[in-house]
Nanobody, 124 residues
Framework: QVQLVESGGGLVQAGGSLRLSCAPS????????MGWFRQAPGKDREFVAA????????YFADSVKGRFTISRDNAKNTVYLQMNTLKPEDTAVYSC?????????????????WGQGTQVTVSS
């Protein structure tokens, strides 16, 4: 397995923005897609966004469409989650993940590698 390392979480007021980053630690790895999921206390892990590495196709949960964007930097081997107009209900631990699939990217089962997560807290 590959270790994925997230950064960029923190505390922000409602309406604010944060950018999360995720990159593999150690050896280079191959993957077809990267995703972001989040888990709030007492809730199941839920899909946030995904990007297909080869062509940049993106997918978003309905709850974040129009507010979040996902992008990748091939040179830095890094995926980003830009979060704008944050709401208190966006508060969660955000984790990035890697997949060898290019379909069913909203499913946890499609991903083989996970980061430990970074806390995002949005105050009202």
């Amino acid at each position: 397995q590959v270790q994925l390392v997230e950064s960029g979480g923190g505390l922000v007021q409602a309406g604010g923005s944060l950018r999360l980053s995720c990159a593999p630690s150690g050896r280079t790895f191959s993957r077809n897609a990267m995703g972001w999921f989040r888990q709030a206390p007492g809730k199941d892990r839920e899909f946030v966004a995904a990007i297909v590495w080869s062509d940049g196709r993106t997918y978003f949960a309905d709850s974040v469409k129009g507010r979040f964007t996902i992008s990748r930097d091939n040179a830095k081997n890094t995926v980003y989650l830009q979060m704008n107009t944050l709401k208190p209900e966006d508060t969660a631990v955000y984790s990035c993940s890697a997949s060898f699939r290019t379909t069913y990217l909203s499913s946890v089962a499609s991903y083989s590698d996970w980061g430990q997560g970074t806390q995002v807290t949005v105050s009202s």
